[in-house]
């Protein structure tokens, strides 16, 4: 306070009454008031007056602080009152997102293989509605949506509105005409329409394993994306998943402004959000369409549940073709799997939505027997030209007792071979014989198998960038005490040296292998994605995949493969190649099974000698090779054909 407590016994107006008032200023009553009256010993006075400075210095702070808010209320009202009004119907408003559209992916030859259309979620604030706005909503819904009733509408709004939830969706994924078809009703403030893109795929499977799809976001991934709200769609597998932060774009936010009647005054874009980018991939589109029919075409005449192709460009590593079957529609996640769609991708054994060219693992097979010979030629244990006799099988005694005799068999007695032929007739006896020795030929030995089959890229992944990919594997002795209990036996040797007993392959892992030997010993990290553009502007552009290994081979290593996998062609293993209009070569496998019916392999090139194309064909329990052989070529032979059947077609 300003002033010390008066001691007194009469009131203030006492004083006013019994001394002469006329000369009195409010100075004297609040603050020296003992100077207008007479003194006597009875008289009160007020203690410690103070001092008039004092007194003006409290009447200048007041006036001005008045003059401060003064001028502040009128820079508010004026200056900065535009702005202010803005932010009071900002309070007003109510906002929600514009989806962006994904961007396209399109195959190497401009196919449009995934695009996005415009679709509409209908959303409702049942906390804004009363009795009479439920029942106009549901007699409206009922009215404009064919497969709406009244009571669904009713039940769904009023449930939400009784428990006192805020927006809910009450329908997704209509259209421009199913939207028109409910008229004005978007004017009512508790309704919202937002626009969505939602994803196409017009060319349902055959693309499937390569693009993988969209579908709606889980709780469980909104933890990890909080940028991303309950409704969104986001890409789960394939490019869409791998790639999902070039494809997906930036929201936009539009408002509608509210007056305090509840009344839409104002509908306004925020911003308009920002496309995604687009893709190009590698893929031939012809070649896929013509792979994914031949493949599909051969396992109903095999009766096999599942198998894969892929051919790539082996002086790129660039995928041309992939295909693993059975596969899925992308379209049905995109719109919402219905019960039964859930169960057969989910829950059927052939497991549709499994990649089996990158991510499946099998025995390879005698498809390893090119890497196991470029690994003796590189390693001298044996030169190429010196012959072998077989006799269909090759007897070890067990070295805890010599009576007893392990027998590992041939598929066939091939007599005297070399290497070339041994490759060409796929001889068992003469790989375990060079992988882990025999009477008086020393074999490699496990521990440079393993090291040349890793110089090939098997054993790890090769770092695709577009769908999930396993590591296979290459069994040691390490593995074998660590995972069995066991210790590692010749026997163990004699099997990985012909792809059988532990070892396992990815179809993806085999062609790439395969390709060392078809463009002269570099090892590519496999691609599918070509460029990235928006619009005419190109982002980034891939004409030649990373290399993984090179110069690890000899030219003479390389020519002696190489002579050996075109002698299966022209005399051996895969002579059903010979009808091909180009040269090729090759390599048959089959490969045991936890069943009784083996996986068949193939593996080639082509044309021999200037390779475009390098294949691998698997098929699941397909019983014997010649049925692999028959699939590549006659993907091989339409692609090598094509253009003359165009021609033909145009002729007539």
Do not use: C
Request: charged share 25%.
């Amino acid at each position: 306070m300003f002033f010390r407590r008066l001691k007194r016994t009469r009131k203030p107006s006492d004083i006013l009454i019994s001394g002469n008032t006329k000369d009195i200023t409010p100075e004297d009553v609040f603050f020296d008031v003992s100077s207008s009256l007479p003194e006597g010993p009875n008289e009160n006075k007020l203690e410690l007056p103070l001092n008039r400075w004092v007194t003006r210095i409290f009447f200048s702070s007041v006036f001005l602080l008045i003059a401060i808010l003064g001028v502040y209320t009128t820079y508010l009202s004026v200056d900065k009152g535009e702005e202010y009004s803005l932010l009071a119907q900002q309070n007003s408003r109510r906002l929600f997102n514009i989806g962006p559209s994904r961007g396209q992916i399109l195959s190497h030859d401009g196919k449009l293989l995934a695009e996005s259309y415009s679709a509409f979620n209908i959303s409702v604030n049942p906390s804004e509605l009363e009795e009479k706005d439920v029942e106009y909503l549901s007699t409206a819904f009922s009215d404009g949506i064919d497969f709406f009733s009244y009571e669904y509408v009713y039940n769904k709004i009023n449930s939400a509105r009784l428990k006192n939830l805020g927006s809910i969706v009450l329908v997704k994924n209509l259209d421009q005409e199913e939207v028109e078809e409910l008229g004005d009703i978007y004017d009512h403030p508790a309704v919202y329409l937002e626009e969505r893109p939602i994803r196409s795929y017009p060319e349902g499977n055959v693309f499937s394993h390569i693009i993988g799809y969209t579908a709606a976001i889980t709780d469980e991934e909104l933890k990890d994306l909080p940028e991303y709200n309950l409704n969104d769609n986001i890409g789960k597998k394939g490019i869409e998943y791998s790639l999902e932060d070039v494809l997906k774009g930036e929201k936009g936010l539009f408002a509608k402004f509210v007056s305090s009647r509840n009344d839409v005054t104002k509908e306004a874009i925020l911003s308009s959000g920002e496309d995604g980018s687009s893709l190009r991939l590698t893929i031939d589109a012809d070649l896929q369409e013509a792979s994914h029919r031949i493949l599909t075409d051969a396992l109903a005449e095999y009766n096999v549940d599942g198998g894969a192709v892929i051919v790539i460009d082996p002086s790129t590593g660039a995928i041309k073709s992939m295909v693993s079957l059975p596969d899925f529609d992308p379209n049905h996640f995109a719109k919402g799997l219905t019960n039964k769609q859930a169960d057969v991708y989910f829950n059927h054994p052939a497991k549709p939505l499994f990649n089996r060219v990158t991510a499946g693992e099998y025995a390879s097979g005698s498809v390893i027997k090119p890497i196991i010979a470029a690994a003796a030629l590189e390693e001298g244990i044996i030169d190429p030209n010196k012959y072998l006799f077989t006799y269909g099988y090759i007897t070890v005694p067990s070295v805890y007792d010599p009576s007893i005799e392990y027998r590992f068999n041939d598929w066939k007695n091939h007599g005297a071979v070399d290497m070339r032929e041994a490759i060409a007739v796929s001889s068992n006896v003469y790989f375990y014989t060079i992988g882990g020795g025999y009477e008086n030929q020393d074999g490699l030995g496990i521990n440079k198998i393993t090291e040349w089959l890793s110089e090939f890229g098997w054993g790890k992944k090769l770092g695709i960038n577009f769908a999930i990919e396993n590591e296979g594997r290459v069994p040691t002795p390490e593995w074998k005490r660590s995972f069995k209990g066991e210790r590692w036996t010749i026997g163990d040797t004699y099997n990985t040296s012909i792809g059988q007993g532990d070892i396992l392959s990815t179809p993806l892992q085999v062609v790439s292998s395969i390709s060392v030997f078809a463009n002269g010993g570099t090892l590519y990290r496999p691609y599918v994605i070509e460029e990235v553009f928006s619009g005419d502007n190109i982002l980034s552009k891939n004409n030649q995949g990373e290399v993984l290994n090179s110069n690890f081979l000899s030219s003479r290593t390389l020519s002696v493969v190489r002579d050996g996998m075109r002698r299966a062609v022209t005399s051996g293993s895969s002579r059903y190649l010979l009808q091909l209009p180009v040269t090729s070569a090759g390599k048959t496998g089959t490969a045991q099974t936890s069943g009784d019916v083996p996986n068949a392999w193939f593996a080639g090139f082509a044309p021999y000698e200037n390779p475009e194309v390098a294949i691998v064909v698997l098929l699941e329990e397909g019983e014997t090779s010649n049925n692999a052989v028959r699939v590549a070529h006659d993907i091989l032979d339409h692609y090598f054909t094509r253009g003359s059947e165009e021609e033909s077609q145009e002729s007539l």
